[in-house]
């Protein structure tokens, strides 16, 4: 009998970043752990390249924006480790993570980045549910007989 879950694994991508720089990002509920280094630029998220992780091309294109207002696409690797949340706020974390390392990398990048306020953390979240209404804001149906 042959493990079937041992198969479908993904490997794990054996990089090394001891030259590299480290950021955490955060959005909404997400987390990103993120590790920067001089590379060729590949991105990779829980083990799996990006394009392979996110479904979406607009989170994809979201991901990638820190490198392109730099003008260095493919001139860094990134290795991130995140959870929590959906894929928006994974995202999300994720740009916000790179954009703190690629700060750390060079600091003249930070006013780049600033404009696009890449470097801040976004801290809008989902509101909570009040007592007496049906969602955060939204009231029960009124019914007047």
């Known amino acids: 009998?042959?493990?079937?879950?041992?198969?479908?694994?993904?490997?794990?991508?054996?990089?090394?970043?001891?030259?590299?720089?480290?950021?955490?990002?955060?959005?909404?509920?997400?987390?990103?752990?993120?590790?920067?280094?001089?590379?060729?630029?590949?991105?990779?998220?829980?083990?799996?390249?990006?394009s392979d992780y996110f479904s979406s091309d607009n989170h994809k294109m979201q991901i990638v924006r820190p490198f392109e207002l730099i003008n260095q696409a493919t001139e860094y690797d990134v290795k991130c480790s995140v959870k929590g949340g959906g894929p928006t706020g994974q995202a999300g974390a994720m740009v916000h993570g790179i954009s703190k390392a690629l700060v750390l990398f060079d600091e003249k990048l930070k006013s780049t980045l600033k404009t696009e306020k890449l470097t801040t953390r976004d801290s809008?979240?989902?509101?909570?549910?009040?007592?007496?209404?049906?969602?955060?804001?939204?009231?029960?149906?009124?019914?007047?007989?």
């Open 124 to 145: 809008r979240s989902v509101e909570r549910k009040k007592p007496g209404r049906k969602k955060a804001r939204r009231s029960f149906q009124f019914s007047k007989r």
């Open 1 to 50: 009998m042959e493990n079937t879950q041992a198969s479908t694994k993904t490997p794990k991508i054996k990089m090394d970043f001891k030259d590299g720089k480290y950021a955490t990002g955060r959005r909404k509920t997400s987390i990103a752990k993120v590790w920067l280094k001089k590379g060729s630029g590949k991105i990779y998220v829980n083990g799996k390249l990006f």
